[in-house]
């Protein structure tokens, strides 16, 4: 049996490791087979290279937008190669928390031609889509002040808020482009409002992916 490929984004504070936890564990209680995994840091090079994009740089040197871009393929290269395909290939369910739409999302905003996305998408998803993506979509105003409480119940040691710094109107952008995927992907996106209370969002989540489970012949009541 074919595996399932499913995603959730959002922008930043959005809920998106919550729900992810949520769902990986009601699959599990199903006795489905699972794995779970992450952009940047799904692999040990994935580890090295999100330390690289999510921490402040050191030197504070600005980054041009097409290395950036580089780094997260790169990442995704590995991801794909290592964890995902191998994982499908079994007929495992595939949770991964961001893949290519946090890309075109966050590095479209930072100004990334929609054309250079394209090239490197072709050449690294070599067609490879997921079955279905969760977006949790929430105002950015409202997503960063979560995000700040988190950060600080993280502690000083959490370092990886480079993006969680960028200005609001940065957030602002990144959210505009992720509705921009949900209305050009309406079979693939589940758009879920991410300011409901956190067992309805999971409820939102179940009712589009358990259909699709039972669709590709796995036992989901």
Not at 23 to 38: A, D, E, F
Not at 72 to 98: C, M, N, S, W
Not at 144 to 154: D, F, G, P
């Amino acid at each position: 049996m074919e595996g399932v490929f499913i995603t959730i984004e959002g922008v930043e504070g959005s809920g998106k490791s919550t729900q992810l936890l949520r769902l990986s564990q009601r699959l599990r209680r199903l006795g489905l087979p699972v794995v779970v995994s992450k952009e940047p840091g799904g692999t040990a090079l994935g580890g090295e290279l999100r330390h690289l994009l999510l921490e402040r740089h050191a030197s504070g040197e600005t980054w041009c937008s097409e290395a950036e871009l580089l780094l997260f393929y790169a990442d995704r290269a590995q991801h794909l190669e290592t964890v995902i395909r191998p994982a499908l290939a079994e007929g495992k369910i595939v949770l991964v928390d961001r893949f290519e739409d946090s890309t075109r999302a966050y590095q479209g905003a930072s100004g990334v031609a929609e054309a250079s996305l394209d090239r490197l998408s072709e050449l690294v998803l070599r067609g490879l889509k997921p079955r279905l993506t969760v977006l949790l979509d929430m105002d950015p105003e409202v997503s960063l002040q979560r995000v700040e409480v988190r950060n600080l119940a993280l502690g000083g040691g959490f370092a990886e808020t480079r993006f969680d710094e960028a200005e609001l109107d940065f957030h602002r952008r990144v959210r505009n482009r992720f509705l921009v995927i949900a209305q050009n992907h309406p079979n693939r996106v589940a758009l879920i409002p991410a300011r409901n209370p956190v067992d309805e969002v999971e409820a939102s989540i179940w009712s589009r992916v358990a259909p699709l489970l039972r669709s590709a012949g796995f036992g989901v009541d």
